[in-house]
């Protein structure tokens, strides 16, 4: 009854991901981003064709998807969206940890454009493997993560766009 904690860090399955990390695995091409589309307007995949940019060229865009299916329309709109700015896309589904924390390895950039969260491991596991993270604005993103993502006003998908082209590019 007597305990009392300033601060607590952040838990991922270290165990998982230091087993990746003592790999030395370089880091690749490619763009990553989680995304639900299964009662989950809040997390932003719906507008992922609207990130999609030039400055993404010859890049892979992964996507690793939990629960649910990319409705049809979004998933004809990322494929002319990747099509029109050379683009190649990866879908992943329900994969593992271990499968997790390679693609967070190999990525140049972690995408999370979640409008609200209760908690956000993607940048904390982004933060863990040295990962650059774009993400919006949120109180507990500046909790866990202080100045270690990249943020943007929540909503701003041209602010999002740009963020990700000033990552790409520098």
């Given at each position: 009854?007597?305990?009392?904690?300033?601060?607590?860090?952040?838990?991922?399955?270290?165990?998982?991901?230091?087993?990746?990390?003592?790999?030395?695995?370089?880091?690749?091409?490619?763009?990553?981003?989680?995304?639900?589309?299964?009662?989950?307007?809040?997390?932003?995949?719906?507008?992922?064709?609207?990130?999609?940019?030039?400055?993404?060229?010859?890049?892979?865009?992964?996507?690793?998807?939990?629960?649910?299916?990319?409705?049809?329309?979004?998933?004809?709109?990322?494929?002319?969206?990747?099509?029109?700015?050379?683009?190649?896309?990866?879908?992943?589904?329900?994969?593992?940890?271990?499968?997790?924390?390679?693609?967070?390895?190999?990525?140049?950039?972690?995408?999370?454009?979640?409008?609200?969260?209760g908690y956000g491991y993607p940048p904390i596991e982004a933060?863990?493997?040295?990962?650059?993270?774009?993400?919006?604005?949120?109180?507990?993103?500046?909790?866990?993560?202080?100045?270690?993502?990249?943020?943007?006003?929540?909503?701003?998908?041209?602010?999002?766009?740009?963020k990700i082209k000033e990552v790409?590019?520098?």
């Amino acid at each position: 009854p007597a305990a009392r904690f300033e601060y607590a860090s952040p838990s991922i399955n270290s165990f998982t991901a230091d087993k990746v990390i003592s790999k030395e695995i370089k880091k690749e091409k490619r763009i990553l981003m989680m995304a639900r589309f299964f009662l989950s307007d809040h997390k932003g995949c719906f507008n992922i064709p609207d990130i999609m940019s030039e400055s993404m060229r010859g890049y892979t865009l992964v996507l690793i998807i939990g629960a649910g299916t990319i409705p049809a329309d979004i998933e004809k709109e990322i494929q002319r969206k990747a099509a029109q700015f050379g683009i190649h896309i990866e879908y992943k589904h329900k994969i593992s940890d271990y499968e997790k924390y390679l693609e967070i390895q190999r990525a140049g950039l972690l995408l999370f454009p979640s409008f609200f969260e209760g908690y956000g491991y993607p940048p904390i596991e982004a933060l863990y493997f040295n990962t650059p993270c774009i993400a919006f604005e949120l109180p507990v993103l500046r909790e866990t993560c202080k100045d270690g993502v990249i943020y943007v006003p929540r909503g701003d998908w041209t602010a999002f766009k740009e963020k990700i082209k000033e990552v790409i590019t520098s």
